[in-house]
């Protein structure tokens, strides 16, 4: 399981950030246990009214998210699944969607918490996306990751000029 080994993280006074969340809408019933999960673990640690912003898939997860990045969020988390099919496409897609977000989150500084899940079957999808049964919740992981590191980059001062 892929899940094996993540680390507890404890996350101290974060409700004042501003999180956004932006989610594709390809394969309903897994983006909503992923944007469910999301908004549950938000919730948890106290941030009530993140932004959550939909998208027709997850090659366009990454310029909203290089937007956002720029209008003074704190962290984002994208959301969304890429199903191998039967053509390249499903590799094209994933590495768009894996370096974009990449980009994003060095480029700008803003945390980007990664929740696309890349999977061969919709079975595997389903059992990571937080619904009932499903073995991970990778939306909430998403989350954590993206507030955690946002926290981090508050401990870390402006270099003397």
Same mark, same amino acid.
């Given at each position: 399981?892929?899940?094996?080994?993540?680390?507890? !993280?404890?996350?101290?006074?974060?409700? =004042?950030l501003r999180v956004a969340v932006v989610a594709a809408q390809w394969h309903e019933p897994v983006m909503t246990g992923?944007?469910? #999960?999301? @908004? &549950?673990? !938000? #919730?948890e640690l106290g941030i009530h009214e $993140?932004? @959550? !912003? &939909?998208? $027709? #898939?997850?090659? %366009? @997860?990454?310029?909203?998210?290089k937007v956002l990045a720029g209008r003074g969020y704190d962290a984002i988390v994208a959301l969304g699944v890429v199903i191998r099919g039967g053509t390249p496409h499903f590799d094209y897609v994933c590495?768009?969607?894996? %370096?974009?977000?990449? &980009?994003?989150?060095? =480029?700008?500084?803003? $945390?980007?918490?990664?929740?696309?899940?890349t999977c061969d079957t919709e079975e595997q999808a389903l059992d990571r996306a937080g619904l009932p049964g499903s073995a991970e919740d990778k939306g909430h992981e998403a989350v954590t990751a993206a507030v955690a590191t946002a926290a981090v980059l508050r401990t870390v001062s402006e270099p003397w000029r």
């Open positions: 399981m892929s899940g094996k080994g993540a680390p507890e !993280l404890t996350i101290r006074e974060c409700a =004042d992923l944007v469910e #999960g999301a @908004l &549950r673990a !938000l #919730g $993140p932004t @959550l !912003l &939909r998208v $027709p #898939g997850s090659f %366009e @997860l990454p310029v909203v998210a590495h768009g969607v894996t %370096e974009g977000l990449t &980009r994003v989150a060095v =480029d700008t500084g803003v $945390p980007v918490g990664f929740g696309v899940l």
